[in-house]
């Protein structure tokens, strides 16, 4: 099921090296994906720009047959030589910028990690037009990331849902299916999840059971009146 822009990010599986090896990484992603999960990204805060194309080019041909597609963590050149999209945070390019360099029908992300990201006085209109799904990050506090502001909980996700216009996700300590349900009924489209499928022991149904949680509580938030 894909959101009004056509974005299916209801299981989002984030990689991390010291979770997703790069000999088992096409193995691991494949494996989530035939769990459930909807997107893949890439992320790899060390690897050089050569090596990080070079995973995201075996990535994307492992993925191709599921119609899965892939975004590449921070960077953009990285996105722009395999044709893949792009998360971005405050740090990073801008959406705007990413856009201009990716074309229309690229994926790209931005982390919001207070409410207040989204004003418009904050935030460059063109910029925010440029996103293809926000992520509010982090929902809970989690070892995978620690250089994170204060955890934003389920009323954060609540008030940026209220304030944007396309698909949310949520990121951060989100490694149980009561967890993902729980960000779910807070208003997200999706979960993006990284130790939560990638440290468990079978990643695969990992992803099966949040994806389940994830299917049966967007069901439950449509039920409502
Ligand atoms: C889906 C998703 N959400 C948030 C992030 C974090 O991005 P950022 O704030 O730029 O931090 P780094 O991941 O670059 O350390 C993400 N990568 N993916
Ligand atoms: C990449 C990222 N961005 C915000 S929190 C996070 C890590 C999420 O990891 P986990 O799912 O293991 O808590
Ligand atoms: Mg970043």
Redesign the pocket.
């Known amino acids: 099921m894909s959101s009004a822009n056509g974005l299916d990010v209801r299981l989002?599986v984030?990689t991390d090296p010291a979770l997703t090896p790069a000999d088992r990484l096409a193995e691991m992603c494949v494996a989530a994906v035939r769990g459930g999960a909807t997107l893949v990204?890439l992320?790899d805060?060390k690897a050089p720009d050569g090596e990080l194309a070079a995973m995201a080019a075996g990535l994307a041909r492992a993925l191709a047959p599921w119609r899965v597609p892939l975004v590449v963590?921070?960077r953009l050149d990285v996105a722009a030589a395999t044709g893949s999209g792009v998360?971005?945070?405050?740090?990073?390019a801008t959406p705007a910028q990413a856009r201009a360099r990716l074309g229309h029908e690229a994926i790209v992300?931005l982390?919001v990690?207070a409410p207040e990201q989204l004003d418009p006085e904050r935030i460059d209109p063109a910029s925010l037009a440029a996103c293809s799904y926000l992520?509010a990050?982090p929902v809970c506090e989690t070892p995978t990331?620690i250089?994170?502001l204060a955890p934003l909980g389920l009323a954060g996700v609540t008030a940026i849902r209220r304030r944007s216009t396309v698909p949310l996700?949520g990121?951060g300590g989100i490694n149980t299916p009561q967890r993902a349900a729980e960000v779910i009924a807070a208003g997200a489209a999706g979960v993006?999840v990284v130790s939560g499928v990638f440290a468990a022991p079978d990643p695969q149904e990992a992803a099966r059971a949040l994806r389940a949680a994830v299917d049966d509580a967007l069901a439950r938030r449509r039920d409502q009146p």
Do not use: F, M, P
């Open positions: 989002y984030v990204q992320r805060k963590n921070d998360h971005l945070g405050v740090h990073d992300g982390s990690e992520a990050s990331k250089d994170t996700v990121i993006a």
